[in-house]
């Protein structure tokens, strides 16, 4: 496979960016809003957004329940910001009902680096991405508190009065970031992701 399928999930949040960005990569991409948008995907991206606004629309458009069996069943998944939060499988600071999507072994900490003026940029070191440190850019960005035994932390941030802080991780097929590389226009992050889909699929 030289070309995946790879789906954006499209209902709320920066969804045009990653497509914009994939399919720079070489990737086949289609928009997910409804159940039969996941059929036939070698891949799918959470993007950024609104986590709490992007779960209540997964349910609603009933695309929630089909995504969650397709990631148990073994669909690589990349996340960036609130995709970290939705693929966690544990939440902190999050509302009374809200959901994820699951399949990765992190608790993730929501709004974590504080409100909308609190966000930054940065350069990130991050494991398995050559040519030096990725220029990060962070919105009202989570971190991850606890990775378990199989998840593989790939990028630390050093936060003052708080220590270093866990941004990018990944289990298995499944890879999140706190950060918003869609918004950079360095593509190394979405070719780690379709290189990983592709492995995925040969194996």
């Avoid at 609104?50 to 690589?76: C, H, N, Q, Y």
């Avoid at 609130?82 to 009902?97: E, K, W, Y």
């Avoid at 994820?100 to 940065?122: K, L, P």
Wanted: aromatic share 6%.
């Amino acid at each position: 496979m030289t070309s995946p399928t790879i789906g954006v999930l499209a209902l709320q949040g920066d969804a045009r960016e990653h497509v914009v960005a994939l399919t720079a990569c070489g990737a086949q991409v289609r928009l997910v809003r409804r159940p039969e948008d996941l059929q036939q995907l070698d891949g799918i991206v959470v993007p950024g957004g609104e986590s709490t606004t992007i779960d209540k629309l997964a349910r609603i458009f009933d695309v929630r329940e089909p995504l969650v069996a397709a990631l148990r069943e073994g669909l690589p998944a990349y996340g960036s910001c609130a995709g970290m939060i939705l693929l966690a499988d544990r939440v902190l600071d999050g509302t009374r009902d809200q959901q994820t999507f699951g399949s990765i072994d992190i608790t993730v900490r929501r709004n974590a680096f504080g409100r909308q003026v609190e966000s930054f940029e940065g350069d990130v070191d991050i494991a398995g991405i050559d040519d030096g440190p990725l220029h990060a850019v962070f919105i009202r960005a989570p971190w991850v508190e606890q990775a378990g035994p199989d998840v593989a932390v790939l990028g630390q941030v050093d936060v003052p009065g708080a220590g270093p802080k866990i941004v990018a991780v990944r289990q298995g097929d499944r890879f999140v970031t706190s950060f918003h590389p869609e918004m950079t226009g360095d593509l190394r992050v979405h070719r780690y992701f379709v290189d990983l889909v592709v492995s995925a699929a040969r194996s």
